[in-house]
């Protein structure tokens, strides 16, 4: 028997507690319901509080200075609370995990002593030794910050919990695009892409599990160029084609995607495979060419409006988000007012804004003509009001429409359910508990900013 499995055997006589704190991407809710399944055999059952938990793990991000911070900041709470534990003759294990821990490693360490593993997204299937050698050294950090040759996901458990309704699925990691303000490169590392078996074999157990939704997960999803079963490299279409033959699998999402990696055969997947979803999160990230050039993005705003409209004549009725930058080095009010004049023509139903945010490391960190703070404040503020009324918009046009809800979780009030558009709009409704997982037709009657409401209807949803 390894010394690993002695710790499991010896852990697995008694229960303990695992408290994961996500932040971030979709991915990081990816890794986090991975690590949970990882320790499982070890004995740690997931718990809803950090306090008096055995394993507490923060899953970081670091894709903004305000992301990565909060980090610290939780870290001197948790602290506290492993003091605490310690005076009742407990241990409290704390272990940073995800792009904050990639891109600080030890520094972490030296920083908040009290952090006793620090594991980057590439080896976090390294965790139960890491914290093997932890319990062993007896006060000692672990570090694992490598980009194993070994892909962790051969090494992470087969069995895929449960993971609700509507669940997430990895397919690519990663990302060989270097925009110029992008700390992805750096801390996922180059573009990795799972095979097409491994991701159909996920797909069919996170079904048989309840998953009636799959959002395919990436930095740069449509990148994906997985070995297929025939040989060659699949695209996403292709797997996109492949995953729609799973049966019970109603709906199929990705994100994120690039413009530039946006195929013909993705665009007739959104024409054929009606599992497909009509909402896609397109990042543009400016609507000035010459920031574009600046970002490295390798795209303008031309090629932008072309590939929408080339998914828009395949799916007339495809619903678009987009993140957008301002304040990157060196913007001007012109290139500004190019951002305001393309979300005006998008009409996206949904989008994320940001102040850029210089990340250590990357190029545009050290860019000259840094635009004030104030400035970006106010850009971003002018930006928010603009891509706020335009959400709120699309979601008011909804009202009086009969929309197919898959009903995700229980709702703030007794008797409430909340589901999901095909428009990834939340949607509140009165609905029996039982109901969970079905697809309904709701009539919706009311919109606000961020969510609809509705009533169930007799009609049967597609
Ligand atoms: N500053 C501000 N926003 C950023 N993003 C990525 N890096 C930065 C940065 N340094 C935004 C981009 C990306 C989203 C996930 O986060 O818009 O698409
Ligand atoms: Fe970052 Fe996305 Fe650009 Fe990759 S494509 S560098 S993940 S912003």
């Known amino acids: 028997m390894t010394q690993l499995e002695d710790t499991a055997k010896a852990a697995s006589n008694s229960p303990r507690r695992l408290y994961i704190k996500n932040y971030g991407c979709q991915m990081n809710v990816y890794d986090s319901a991975r690590m949970a399944e990882l320790l499982a055999p070890l004995g740690y059952s997931l718990t809803v509080t950090a306090n008096d938990a055995d394993l507490v793990i923060l899953n970081t991000c670091h894709i903004r200075e305000k992301a990565a911070e909060k980090v610290f900041s939780e870290l001197g709470q948790l602290r506290r609370m492993k003091e605490a534990k310690a005076r009742r003759g407990g241990r409290m294990i704390l272990a940073v995990a995800g792009c904050v821990a990639q891109a600080e490693g030890a520094e972490i360490i030296e920083r908040a002593p009290c952090v006793d593993v620090v594991v980057g997204p590439q080896s976090y299937h390294h965790l139960p030794e890491l914290l093997a050698r932890v319990l062993r050294a007896d006060g000692a950090g672990a570090i694992d910050t490598s980009f194993p040759v070994e892909p962790k996901f051969d090494l992470l458990p087969k069995v895929a919990s449960p993971r609700g309704v509507a669940a997430f699925l990895t397919i690519q990691e990663g990302c060989d695009k270097f925009c110029s303000f992008c700390v992805v490169p750096y801390t996922r590392g180059a573009e990795y892409s799972r095979p097409v078996a491994e991701v159909l074999a996920e797909a069919r157990r996170l079904v048989r599990g309840g998953a009636r939704e799959i959002t395919l997960l990436g930095q740069n999803v449509n990148a994906y160029h997985g070995g297929g079963p025939d040989g060659r490299e699949w695209r996403l279409g292709e797997l996109i084609r ?109 989008a994320f804004s940001f102040k850029y945010s210089p990340r250590p490391g990357t190029p545009a960190s050290s860019a000259a ?94």
Do not use: W
Request: with cysteine; net charge negative; charged share 25%.
């Open 242 to 350: 492949q995953l729609a033959e799973v049966e019970r699998l109603d709906r199929i999402r990705y994100t994120t995607s690039h413009p530039r990696d946006v195929d013909d055969e993705l665009v007739a997947a959104h024409r054929d495979v009606p599992q497909l979803m009509p909402f896609l999160h397109l990042p543009v990230q400016s609507g000035s060419d010459r920031v574009l050039a600046l970002m490295n993005r390798r795209h303008t705003v031309a090629d932008y409006r072309r590939t929408v409209d080339r998914l828009r004549s395949a799916r007339p009725d495809l619903a678009l988000s987009t993140d957008l930058i301002v304040g990157y080095p060196g913007e001007s009010c012109e290139d500004f007012q190019a951002t305001m004049d393309l979300a005006d023509e998008m009409r996206f139903a949904q």
């Open 369 to 462: 003509h840094q635009v004030p703070d104030e400035v970006k404040a106010q850009r971003l503020a002018e930006l928010q009001v603009l891509l706020g009324s335009q959400q709120r918009a699309f979601n008011e046009a909804c009202i009086g429409h009969t929309l197919p809800v898959l009903l995700e979780k229980p709702g703030r009030h007794k008797g409430q359910l909340v589901g999901r558009s095909p428009y990834l709009q939340s949607v509140h409704l009165a609905a029996p508990a039982d109901r969970m997982g079905d697809i309904v037709p709701v009539l919706i009657t009311a919109a606000s900013a961020n969510s609809l409401s509705g009533s169930l209807t007799g009609v049967a949803a597609e």
